[in-house]
Structures are given as C-alpha cells and as structure tokens.
C-alpha cells in the first residue's frame, strides 16, 4: 500500500534562512511525487512534482524537491524564505501503476519570522 | 482557464436538511476528486472520478454522502440528511492523466 509521512507539524524559519520540509513516502511501484500548499481560507495550490528524470525538481515560489530514492524522501527546500511562504505544507504520493488515488501526508506548518 | 470553481463558497444549514455542493473541474481533465478538511481528521479523499466514472467512493463516509458526475464538466457531492458533524471545507480538485491536482476554492459548510 502506499504512504506518506511528514514527520513535522510544524517548521519554524527566519526569513532569509534556508527552509527545508520533509516527506517520506512508500510505495510498491514508481511513485508520482508532489508538493502542494494550502494559504488560510484557500484550495491547495500545486507547487511541484516528480515523475522521473533528474532527481532535484523545480516549482513554483522558488521551491525545489529533491527525490532520493534509496531514502524514499522528497524534501521540500527553498534558498532564502519569506514571511510569505509561510503556509500548510502537504506532501503526496501516487502509485500510478496502482490506481489512480493520491494520498496526502498530514501536513506541516510553515512560519516564517521577519 | 478560470481553474476549478466551486459553489457554493459557504453554506449555513440546519441538522437535516440536504445540502449540495458543486463543482466544474478545468476543462481537459480527466479526473475529479471530492475531498473533506477538518482540523481533527486532516484532508480526505471521499470519492473520485475517471471519465465521469466513479472509480473509488471508499471515503464516503456512510450512505448520507453521494455524488455524481453527469458529465466532463459537473459533479455533485450531496449530503442527505447533514448532521453537525458533517461540517467542514469541501475542495473539489481535478487533475489530467499523469499530472497534479488543481483544487477548488472549497465550500465552507456548517451544519447546526
């Protein structure tokens, strides 16, 4: 079966800090990875995605994942932070070979100090 | 593309009464998802389509819940009879083959 874990409710950073959230996964086949975020009030919003080729991913906002499969991890990274990105995180997983279904982690908590 | 879009934004009913929530996914996809948020449970996945087929309605949490998708462009999830306990932020999201999901705004119910 598959899963996800985001072993951290909550991270805290400093603006101008690197920010890292993390994502474990689990899944029998290639997975389909993917970081999304959810802003008070608001629909979660697509940030990034893996499916193959180079393990280190781009998004949106300046984020970047980076897929490391012996790990089974899909970290979400940016540089510098901003007051901004502060927000819900989720992290998902599909085994695209098994269904169609995408399970979300829990979610981590994103604050940004000035 | 306007993105999904869901109606209503907020609903106020009282316990019994039915309630519907609407959705139109973007044009072009082929999978639409009806999920639930709630502080105590997070976010749950409780039916999703493909090619206005239900594939999987495991979530539903009991036979008050139901949904349909009549064509590319609609779907409704109902709630008949809604209890308090039903109340949370519904996101309707659709998605193409092999791509991420685009969700709604969310309907805000509360049921008193």
């Known amino acids: 079966a598959q899963s996800v874990a985001q072993p951290e409710d909550q991270v805290n950073v400093a603006e101008g800090n690197p920010l890292t959230v993390k994502c474990t996964y689990s899944v029998s086949g290639n997975p389909y990875l993917f970081w999304y975020v959810q802003y008070p009030n608001r629909g979660l919003q697509f940030l990034l995605k893996?499916?193959?080729?180079?393990?280190l991913v781009k998004g949106s906002y300046g984020f970047e994942a980076e897929f490391n499969k012996s790990q089974t991890s899909f970290h979400l990274k940016k540089p510098s932070a901003l007051v901004s990105d502060s927000a819900l995180y989720f992290c998902a997983v599909r085994d695209e070979g098994r269904g169609f279904k995408t399970i979300f982690g829990a979610g981590t908590r994103l604050f940004v100090k000035a | 593309d306007a993105g999904v879009i869901q109606s209503p934004r907020h609903e106020v009913t009282e316990m019994g009464q039915e309630v519907t929530l609407r959705c139109k996914p973007i044009?072009?996809?082929?999978?639409l998802f009806w999920y639930r948020q709630t502080m105590m449970r997070g976010l749950e996945l409780l039916i999703y389509?493909?090619?206005?087929?239900?594939?999987?309605d495991s979530g539903m949490p009991e036979d008050r819940f139901s949904a349909k998708m009549p064509n590319a462009s609609f779907s409704t999830l109902k709630i008949q009879p809604s209890e308090p306990r039903d109340s949370a932020v519904y996101f309707c999201?659709?998605?193409?083959?092999?791509?991420?999901?685009?969700f709604g705004p969310g309907t805000r119910l509360l049921v008193l």
């Open positions: 044009s072009g996809h082929d999978y």
């Open positions: 893996y499916i193959t080729g180079d393990n």
């Open positions: 999201a659709s998605r193409r083959t092999g791509g991420g999901q685009y």
């Open positions: 389509f493909n090619n206005n087929v239900p594939i999987d």
